[in-house]
């Protein structure tokens, strides 16, 4: 299906002045007619009575032109079908005139997603109400058949997802996107808003499931047969244009543009967040174990050579080792040391 853009419809505002004008005739032909044709017969008469039927037929039914008349704002569009034939659609803001026997067509008019074209505010308000999990609610009113052009941000709903490690983790992700092509939105899916919706969802899985959350050793991401350092924690960026990729990949036939990709939420499931986060206050304190020993290895070497070198004091192998423990004792512990003063002799 190729869109059709009508670019020599805008002619909305003279139908509607030669309408209102021809109405205002009719109703003074329409009497004096009728009085013609009371006169009697004769030529006089018969074109009387034609007169007055004219004016009559045109005041009974002249109203169906204005059916004709399409009025868009700007970044709006109006899909146009004739007896079940699409005939073109109207875009860009103006006051149209058409077919008056045209019908605009839109199945996603009465959809309702949880995006920022489709918050009402709360009001009374129309249609269908299909969120992200697939649960439906219907209103009582229908908003119109026009489809709008603007940027449109979906959020879609956190989903429960597991890594390539199996571990589950929630991710919410918010996509910006637009229409391009009305007549592919309309006629190549049965409702775009739907479709997006659950490519998203599907788009989603399919790409998180290749990242562990935090970096992990022996996991490929890329594809290529060799580890590397990407997780969904510190690799967003790269993980966010990828589900962007995957999900425009799957829209392309709905003429729909996926503009941006972000990850509004990421978190361990509730079930195993706590467990997670000793495992990271435990390979914290590991790390800082580390950098105290690796410091205070340090400082004793660092103390041995001064000794020998200013030659304060000349320690045998047994005394070093007492000295070595006692500094590590000291330089390691949790607590501070308390100081024990030896007044007898060194041997």
Same mark, same amino acid.
């Given at each position: 299906?190729?869109?059709?853009?009508?670019?020599?419809?805008?002619?909305?505002?003279?139908?509607?002045?030669?309408?209102?004008?021809?109405?205002?005739?009719?109703?003074?032909?329409?009497?004096?007619?009728?009085?013609?044709?009371?006169?009697?017969?004769?030529?006089?008469?018969?074109?009387?009575?034609?007169?007055?039927?004219?004016?009559?037929?045109?005041?009974?039914?002249?109203?169906?032109?204005?059916?004709?008349?399409?009025?868009?704002?700007?970044?709006?569009?109006?899909?146009?079908?004739?007896?079940?034939?699409?005939?073109?659609?109207?875009?860009?803001?103006?006051?149209?005139?058409?077919?008056?026997?045209?019908?605009?067509?839109?199945?996603?008019?009465?959809?309702?997603?949880?995006?920022?074209? #489709? $918050?009402?505010?709360?009001?009374?308000?129309? *249609?269908?109400?299909? +969120?992200?999990? !697939? =649960?439906?609610?219907? %209103?009582?009113?229908?908003?119109?058949?026009?489809?709008?052009?603007?940027?449109?941000?979906?959020?879609?709903?956190?989903?429960?997802?597991?890594?390539?490690?199996?571990?589950?983790?929630?991710?919410?992700?918010?996509?910006?996107?637009?229409?391009?092509?009305?007549?592919?939105?309309?006629?190549?899916?049965?409702?775009?808003?739907?479709?997006?919706?659950?490519?998203?969802?599907?788009?989603?899985?399919?790409?998180?499931?290749?990242?562990?959350? #935090? $970096?992990?050793?022996?996991?490929?991401?890329? *594809?290529?047969?060799? +580890?590397?350092? !990407? =997780?969904?924690?510190? %690799?967003?960026?790269?993980?966010?244009?990828?589900?962007?990729?995957?999900?425009?990949?799957?829209?392309?036939?709905?003429?729909?543009?996926?503009?941006?990709?972000?990850?509004?939420?990421?978190?361990?499931?509730?079930?195993?967040?706590?467990?997670?986060?000793?495992?990271?206050?435990?390979?914290?304190?590991?790390?800082?174990?580390?950098?105290?020993?690796?410091?205070?290895?340090?400082?004793?070497?660092?103390?041995?050579?001064?000794?020998?070198?200013?030659?304060?004091?000349?320690?045998?192998?047994?005394?070093?080792?007492?000295?070595?423990?006692?500094?590590?004792?000291?330089?390691?512990?949790?607590?501070?040391?308390?100081?024990?003063?030896?007044?007898?002799?060194?041997?």
């Amino acid at each position: 299906m190729e869109e059709k853009i009508l670019t020599t419809k805008k002619s909305g505002m003279p139908v509607l002045l030669l309408t209102i004008l021809l109405y205002i005739l009719a109703i003074p032909a329409c009497v004096i007619g009728i009085a013609l044709a009371d006169m009697g017969k004769g030529a006089a008469s018969v074109g009387g009575g034609v007169l007055a039927a004219v004016a009559i037929l045109w005041l009974a039914f002249g109203w169906i032109f204005w059916c004709g008349l399409k009025v868009l704002k700007p970044q709006e569009a109006l899909v146009l079908t004739l007896f079940g034939k699409y005939i073109g659609t109207l875009k860009g803001e103006g006051f149209y005139y058409v077919n008056p026997f045209c019908t605009a067509f839109n199945p996603a008019a009465r959809t309702r997603l949880k995006q920022s074209g #489709d $918050v009402d505010g709360g009001q009374s308000g129309a *249609g269908v109400t299909v +969120a992200a999990n !697939g =649960s439906v609610t219907v %209103s009582a009113d229908a908003s119109g058949k026009r489809i709008s052009l603007k940027i449109m941000t979906l959020n879609n709903n956190r989903q429960k997802i597991n890594d390539c490690l199996g571990n589950p983790v929630e991710i919410g992700i918010a996509v910006m996107w637009r229409v391009v092509d009305t007549a592919k939105a309309v006629f190549n899916v049965d409702n775009y808003k739907e479709y997006l919706s659950l490519q998203c969802d599907s788009a989603l899985r399919n790409i998180v499931r290749i990242y562990p959350y #935090d $970096v992990a050793p022996n996991v490929d991401t890329t *594809g290529d047969g060799i +580890a590397d350092e !990407g =997780s969904l924690r510190g %690799s967003s960026e790269v993980v966010a244009a990828r589900i962007r990729d995957e999900i425009q990949s799957r829209v392309e036939e709905a003429g729909l543009e996926i503009i941006e990709a972000r990850i509004t939420y990421l978190a361990y499931a509730p079930e195993i967040a706590a467990v997670m986060l000793q495992r990271q206050q435990a390979s914290a304190i590991i790390d800082a174990r580390k950098m105290i020993v690796d410091g205070a290895v340090g400082m004793v070497e660092m103390a041995l050579e001064r000794l020998s070198e200013k030659q304060v004091v000349e320690l045998d192998e047994e005394r070093k080792a007492a000295m070595v423990s006692n500094l590590l004792v000291v330089l390691c512990g949790n607590r501070d040391a308390q100081p024990v003063v030896n007044s007898g002799s060194l041997y």
